[in-house]
């Protein structure tokens, strides 16, 4: 696609559930990178996503957080055993290589955890 | 065309030189924040303004919001500010959008 590519765009979950969010960059970025925008609050990096090697995830908050990137395209957000201060809006951007610049975001999905 | 226009692009300096990141954009807005990652994806908000502006030892963010415009400067660059600096957008529904970001390279 154009852009980068987030589904779904709003997810209400029970408190306690799992939920998976997911991120499709652009075709031939190499870079990914998983933001949240809490309300009211900055941007938090979460992790980051370099072709195929390992992943960044030094700005998870806690181990119930965890992504994937397959195949060095798609990648998935999960969250397990969700809590309400989980609620916030999740942002994916990719760039063709890290450092470069030119980031592309995409829409974000806004999690609201009930 | 994207809501949050960055320039420049790209930004070679050399150290102690005065600089200037430019931001505009189209609609409304509730706050907007520059950005800074560094090597290795981390970002850290540097500012977070809705008007006037904002001092941060040698970093001034200045909003015109009649305009539509933000600048970031950076007085007496040092090669630790080489980095790329982003301008996001926040409006009223906390929906937030970027602008593509601003390469600098700062050379001792």
């Known amino acids: 696609g154009a852009g980068v590519s987030q589904s779904p765009s709003n997810k209400v979950t029970e408190k306690g559930k799992d939920v998976e969010l997911r991120c499709d960059p652009i075709?031939?970025?190499?870079?990914l990178y998983w933001y949240r925008q809490s309300l009211g609050q900055g941007l938090e990096f979460l992790i980051y996503?370099?072709?195929?090697?390992?992943?960044?995830k030094s700005g998870l908050p806690s181990d119930r957080f965890s992504a994937e990137r397959t195949g060095g395209s798609v990648s998935t957000l999960t969250i397990q055993r969700t809590q309400q201060e989980d609620s916030a809006v999740y942002l994916c951007?990719?760039?063709?290589?890290?450092?470069?610049?030119?980031?592309?975001f995409g829409s974000g999905t806004r999690l609201t955890v009930v | 065309k994207n809501e949050v226009e960055q320039s420049p692009q790209n930004l070679t300096a050399q150290e102690g030189e005065f600089i200037t990141i430019n931001c505009s954009y189209s609609?409304?807005?509730?706050?907007l924040h520059w950005l800074q990652q560094h090597p290795g994806g981390g970002i850290v908000s540097l500012f977070m303004?809705?008007?006037g502006k904002k001092k941060h030892g040698r970093l001034i963010a200045t909003i015109n919001i009649q305009e539509k415009h933000s600048s970031l400067h950076i007085t007496a660059s040092h090669p630790r500010d080489s980095a790329v600096y982003i301008c996001?957008?926040?409006?009223?529904?906390?929906?937030?959008?970027f602008g593509a970001g601003t390469r600098l390279t700062v050379k001792p």
């Open positions: 996001a957008v926040l409006y009223n529904n906390n929906d937030m959008r």
């Open positions: 609609v409304g807005i509730s706050a």
């Open positions: 996503f370099q072709g195929n090697s390992a992943p960044d």
């Open positions: 951007a990719s760039s063709i290589y890290r450092d470069t610049g030119g980031y592309t």
């Open positions: 075709s031939g970025h190499t870079a």
């Open positions: 303004l809705s008007s």
